[in-house]
């Protein structure tokens, strides 16, 4: 005989969200309110108006229904399945749900292409940084940083080169060279030196970077970089630190998408960045920004040139788009 009580879905999650309201976050019990939801409404087209019903089977239908129906990606699927499970460990102490019923919730594996997909940053991950950025730290160091390589798709050490006699202002661009006897080579050696075209709008916020925040001090080579920090040139680490730190999704007033409350994850509270799974690395900036590129049909050569990468390489290393995408972009490219 069944010991199980009879309890609607949209009922269970009621008693779920009440059970965690004191102990997480507003921002996290919203996104636990939005996940579940889905599940219930699953489960109304389904038939399933009693959760002692549940079974490892109906799991693995919601499963392939949210990554097929709703073509959510590996990452982003793995973390509204992990709210699922926690659901589910709450429904079994209320006698809701067998005991082993979360263990049947299956958890896709990111990795192989797609993981290279899910860590690249996102093209609206990007915008929704920039504009935080643009509104509440216009001009810092951060937002020029984040702009070149957004933008430019230039790489860290191309943007620790950059002096301000690289820059020209009235001409919108940066020069970038490769100077190795002072610390600041650039990958491809003199291979990799190349003018950048700015646009006005980039040129206004470097503008209003050098002649407000940034501090005006010299390397240990009597060079003036455009990038600074109270020693000098920023280091390589200290750049990476800096996008480590704004690509924290809380940082920017964004809810945590992996079912963290923010006041109580170390990676937000002094710990170290990295322990996010959201965050980023510039190298990660530079694949978003020349995906985004290529999305909008600039043409291959021009990203190619200007990003300073062989179009082999960008093809096998770089070039996010599916199959799909590059076929939309050559039938429109054909025919429109």
Same mark, same amino acid.
């Given at each position: 005989?069944?010991?199980?009580?009879?309890?609607?879905?949209?009922?269970?999650?009621?008693?779920?969200?009440?059970?965690?309201?004191?102990?997480?976050?507003?921002?996290?019990?919203?996104?636990?309110?939005?996940?579940?939801?889905?599940?219930?409404?699953?489960?109304?087209?389904?038939?399933?108006?009693?959760?002692?019903?549940?079974?490892?089977?109906?799991?693995?239908?919601?499963?392939?229904?949210?990554?097929?129906?709703?073509?959510?990606?590996?990452?982003?699927?793995?973390?509204? *399945?992990? &709210?699922? /499970?926690?659901?589910?460990?709450?429904?079994?102490?209320? $006698?809701? %749900?067998?005991?082993? #019923?979360?263990?049947?919730?299956?958890?896709?594996?990111?990795?192989?292409?797609?993981?290279?997909?899910?860590?690249?940053?996102?093209?609206?991950?990007?915008?929704?940084?920039?504009?935080?950025?643009?509104?509440?730290?216009?001009?810092?160091?951060?937002?020029?940083?984040?702009?070149?390589?957004?933008?430019?798709?230039?790489?860290?050490?191309?943007?620790?080169?950059?002096?301000?006699?690289?820059?020209?202002?009235?001409?919108?661009?940066?020069?970038?060279?490769?100077?190795?006897?002072?610390?600041?080579?650039?990958?491809?050696?003199?291979?990799?030196?190349?003018?950048?075209?700015?646009?006005?709008?980039?040129?206004?916020?470097?503008?209003?970077?050098?002649?407000?925040?940034?501090?005006?001090?010299?390397?240990?080579?009597?060079?003036?970089?455009? *990038?600074? &920090?109270? /020693?000098?040139?920023?280091?390589?680490?200290?750049?990476? $630190?800096? %996008?480590?730190?704004? #690509?924290?999704?809380?940082?920017?007033?964004?809810?945590?998408?992996?079912?963290?409350?923010?006041?109580?994850?170390?990676?937000?509270?002094?710990?170290?960045?990295?322990?996010?799974?959201?965050?980023?690395?510039?190298?990660?900036?530079?694949?978003?920004?020349?995906?985004?590129?290529?999305?909008?049909?600039?043409?291959?050569?021009?990203?190619?040139?200007?990003?300073?990468?062989?179009?082999?390489?960008?093809?096998?290393?770089?070039?996010?788009?599916?199959?799909?995408?590059?076929?939309?972009?050559?039938?429109?490219?054909?025919?429109?």
């Amino acid at each position: 005989m069944s010991s199980l009580d009879p309890l609607e879905p949209e009922a269970a999650v009621d008693l779920y969200l009440d059970h965690r309201r004191d102990e997480v976050s507003e921002e996290t019990l919203s996104s636990h309110r939005y996940r579940l939801g889905a599940f219930v409404d699953w489960c109304e087209e389904e038939g399933i108006y009693n959760m002692n019903d549940v079974s490892g089977r109906d799991l693995h239908a919601y499963r392939v229904y949210r990554r097929t129906e709703h073509e959510l990606r590996p990452m982003t699927l793995q973390g509204q *399945l992990s &709210t699922l /499970r926690v659901f589910l460990r709450f429904c079994a102490s209320i $006698d809701a %749900v067998e005991d082993d #019923t979360a263990s049947k919730v299956l958890l896709p594996t990111v990795r192989g292409e797609d993981q290279a997909r899910e860590t690249l940053l996102a093209e609206d991950r990007a915008e929704e940084i920039l504009e935080y950025l643009q509104k509440f730290h216009y001009g810092s160091r951060a937002h020029v940083l984040f702009c070149l390589f957004w933008y430019t798709g230039m790489r860290t050490g191309g943007a620790r080169a950059i002096d301000l006699d690289d820059y020209d202002s009235d001409d919108n661009a940066i020069e970038l060279v490769h100077r190795p006897e002072e610390d600041t080579p650039l990958k491809n050696g003199t291979g990799g030196e190349r003018f950048i075209a700015l646009s006005p709008g980039l040129t206004e916020i470097l503008d209003d970077y050098i002649t407000g925040p940034r501090i005006d001090i010299e390397d240990e080579y009597g060079r003036e970089p455009l *990038l600074t &920090t109270t /020693r000098g040139r920023p280091a390589t680490g200290t750049i990476r $630190d800096i %996008v480590y730190h704004w #690509t924290r999704p809380c940082y920017i007033g964004r809810e945590c998408p992996h079912d963290r409350d923010p006041d109580e994850c170390d990676a937000a509270n002094g710990g170290a960045p990295t322990g996010c799974p959201s965050v980023r690395s510039p190298h990660d900036i530079r694949s978003g920004a020349i995906t985004s590129h290529l999305l909008e049909d600039v043409p291959v050569e021009v990203v190619s040139d200007r990003m300073d990468v062989s179009q082999d390489v960008l093809d096998r290393h770089y070039d996010r788009r599916t199959e799909r995408e590059k076929m939309e972009q050559r039938r429109e490219y054909l025919w429109d």
